[in-house]
């Protein structure tokens, strides 16, 4: 017994190698999965502190762009109120509540972000506690941004549209045909457009929008311009690269949106789902 | 080590964290090129330092670079494993007339020559795993192989710098 006890104390970086490097292994493959453990990284509440700290240092650098943004967002919202007040010298109607307030809004600020990786991600300074949930959308003034992986209580994590694995639901705009926008990990200016058929036309310079069908983007929210049309190698589909409508290396604030509305059509979808296979 | 050391260390270990997180994660050269400076703080331990004490180091810190990079697990496996074979690979490297188990394995200490063969090589095993773990699921293997060859680079180009600037000769850091 002793023997192999001394036998194993001889072996203990070897033993302690394996374990540690199994440990961080199944991070990486957990960390991948849909739901990952928040308390490792970045919205935890200790680096989320110190993050918030250093942003709070830096954003001044950068003060005289985010204003600029800024009001140029509010220009256009000037300019859309203007257009949906009603005039004095006519009368309006409202037919029907079906289509208000399904979505609701926050808006928070970017404490850390990557975009050289192939995975890449955000931290927000905003979480549990001001109401933000995992599976928001996220998006700022210029297009989309990504998706909110997990929260703690101040902090959220994002997935970053820049993230190999992220599939955005997208249109195009002229003739509304679906794709689905996907980052190829290579240049953070650009994306792939998926299944996009080969019969359908597309031009260069055409605008890609969110579709609004999986109730995480409202529909119309910019992703990109289509930069190139190729036909596909050998599928079906072509290849078409975008140029990425959101510059994510200057990334400061962010607004965040939430489907009011996405439990209901799930369960609808889930009740047709049944019913179907069922038959 | 003696007291006044593993202070020194502890000091030395939270300022390349800091460094590593708050300024390095911002400057990515031409988009390929990361600098992953902290390795440098494994390998410029004493030589007397235990494996078990360098893969417990090696592990806290790729964690923490972790957390903050939001990478969780690739820096940790590729710092355990910089870590495991640390001292293997300076058993041997040894020189005629063996070291002197009390001084840090430093460019000023070993020269210049000794030390692009010890540290070299590591960085590489290091920064290979870090970007092949990155890239798995895509398939961008061309970018992978320049992100880790500039970045091997980078990183050990600045990590000369900070010993030439930071570190005294004996004495380590």
Request: aromatic fraction near 6%; avoid cysteine; charged fraction near 25%.
């Given at each position: 017994m002793q023997r192999i006890l001394l036998f194993l104390y001889g072996l203990r970086a070897l033993i302690l190698f394996i374990l540690l490097e199994l440990i961080a292994f199944w991070f990486i493959f957990s960390y991948n999965s849909a739901q990952g453990a928040v308390f490792f990284n970045s919205s935890n509440r200790l680096a989320g502190g110190l993050l918030e700290r250093k942003e709070a240092v830096v954003s001044y650098f950068y003060l005289g762009s985010v204003n600029e943004a800024l009001a140029e967002k509010n220009a256009r919202l000037l300019k859309r109120l203007e257009d949906l007040s009603p005039r004095d010298d006519s009368v309006t109607l409202d037919i029907d509540t079906l289509f208000r307030h399904s979505y609701e809004f926050w808006s928070a600020k970017v404490i850390n972000n990557s975009l050289h990786l192939s995975q890449n991600h955000l931290t927000l300074n905003k979480g549990a506690e001001d109401g933000i949930r995992p599976g928001m959308g996220v998006f700022n003034e210029q297009g989309v941004v990504g998706r909110v992986k997990g929260v703690s209580r101040n902090f959220s994590t994002v997935i970053s549209a820049?993230?190999?694995d992220l599939l955005i639901s997208s249109k195009?705009?002229?003739?509304n045909v679906f794709g689905s926008a996907n980052w190829?990990?290579?240049?953070?200016?650009s994306a792939k457009l998926l299944?996009?058929?080969?019969?359908v036309n597309v031009q260069i310079g055409d605008t890609i929008v969110t579709s609004g069908y999986n109730a995480i983007f409202p529909e119309g929210l910019a992703v990109g311009y289509v930069s190139e049309v190729m036909p596909g190698s050998e599928s079906a589909y072509l290849d078409i690269s975008l140029e990425l409508s959101t510059d994510f290396s200057k990334l400061t604030y962010v607004y965040l949106v939430d489907n009011t509305m996405k439990e209901e059509l799930d369960s609808l979808q889930l009740q047709l789902d049944q019913r179907y296979d069922g038959q | 080590m003696t007291g006044s050391n593993i202070i020194k260390y502890s000091l030395a270990f939270l300022a390349y964290l800091f460094v590593q997180v708050f300024i390095l994660k911002e400057v990515v050269l031409f988009g390929y090129s990361f600098c992953l400076l902290y390795v440098f703080f494994l390998l410029t331990?004493?030589?007397?330092?235990?494996t078990v004490s360098l893969l417990f180091l090696g592990f806290g810190m790729g964690m923490v670079v972790d957390v903050f990079y939001d990478s969780l697990g690739m820096n940790t496996a590729a710092t355990v494993l910089l870590a495991f074979i640390r001292n293997p690979w300076i058993k041997a490297n040894?020189?005629?007339?063996?070291?002197?188990?009390?001084?840090?394995?430093t460019l000023l200490n070993m020269g210049l020559g000794w030390f692009v063969i010890y540290a070299l090589p590591l960085i590489t095993i290091h920064h290979f795993l870090f970007f092949y773990v990155d890239s798995l699921g895509t398939d961008n293997y061309f970018i992978f192989v320049i992100r880790a060859l500039s970045s091997i680079l980078f990183t050990f180009l600045l990590g000369i710098v900070v010993q030439l600037l930071f570190y005294n000769k004996k004495r380590g850091i």
């Open positions: 820049l993230h190999t195009i705009k002229s003739s190829d990990g290579k240049n953070p200016k299944y996009v058929p080969r019969h | 331990l004493p030589i007397e330092v235990g040894t020189p005629r007339g063996g070291y002197d188990e009390h001084i840090p394995p």
